[in-house]
T-cell receptor, first 116, second 116 residues
Framework: SAVISQKPSRDICQRGTSLTIQCQVD?????MFWYRQQPGQSLTLIAT?????????ESGFVIDKFPISRPNLTFSTLTVSNMSPEDSSIYLC?????????????FGEGSRLTVL | AQKITQTQPGMFVQEKEAVTLDCTYD???????LFWYKQPSSGEMIFLIY??????QNATEGRYSLNFQKARKSANLVISASQLGDSAMYFC?????????????FGKGTKLTVNP
């Protein structure tokens, strides 16, 4: 299993500003995933963060808007840049831990952002 | 086309009764995995159960079981003896392919309410 800590847990931000979300894992993991959950919606993968290489972004997400850092095997940050109200969402960090055959995703408690 | 379809936006069940949450999936890959997650109002994502495409038997984890019908491409979650604490959003997800790096795709979720 994996224990994931995310900061901040929630924040209220002004339009046009940027916010960095931190994700700390209690064990070394190769890949970390960043998801977005818009209000009342499902989870959508933003990007996969690998240590030592550039993050891989999903269609519809770009590095300029969501820059990601992955300085080591236990830590990652996601920045939401130049925020607009449409960025109001829960942002979740997750890692994969394989127990037997199942690649279970463990999630942090999420960072709930409200953009005014 | 949607990869994961959850047709029940909301479900209600009486405490101590069983409930089935529907999930159908779409893939042409012979190797895939199916997951169910629970999201309480607090926001964290909790892994419940996993079913691999080559598994011969339906997965079970305590009060959770997965009714896997491969020909119908369905993976319904059955919760037995519902408890008030089961009230939450439930998401079905799929990973296509055998590689650990493949992402999870989530359905839109079903909101389960357990009535006393």
């Amino acid at each position: 299993s994996a224990v994931i800590s995310q900061k901040p847990s929630r924040d209220i931000c002004q339009r046009g500003t940027s916010l960095t979300i931190q994700c700390q894992v209690d064990s070394q993991v190769t890949m970390m995933f960043w998801y977005r959950q818009q209000p009342g919606q499902s989870l959508t993968l933003i990007a996969t963060a690998n240590q030592g290489s550039e993050a891989t972004y999903e269609s519809g997400f770009v590095i300029d808007k969501f820059p990601i850092s992955r300085p080591n095997l236990t830590f990652s940050t996601l920045t939401v840049s130049n925020m607009s109200p449409e960025d109001s969402s829960i942002y979740l960090c997750s890692v994969e831990a394989w127990q037997g055959k199942a690649g279970e995703l463990f999630f942090g408690e999420g960072s709930r952002l409200t953009v005014l | 086309a949607q990869k994961i379809t959850q047709t029940q936006p909301g479900m209600f069940v009486q405490e101590k009764e069983a409930v089935t949450l529907d999930c159908t999936y779409d893939t042409s890959d012979p190797s895939y995995g199916l997951f169910w997650y629970k999201q309480p109002s607090s926001g964290e994502m909790i892994f419940l159960i996993y079913q691999g495409s080559y598994d011969q038997q339906n997965a079970t984890e305590g009060r959770y079981s997965l009714n896997f019908q491969k020909a119908r491409k369905s993976a319904n979650l059955v919760i037995s003896a519902s408890q008030l604490g089961d009230s939450a959003m439930y998401f079905c997800a799929m990973r296509e392919g055998p590689k650990r790096s493949e992402k999870l795709v989530f359905g839109k979720g079903t909101k389960l309410t357990v009535n006393p």
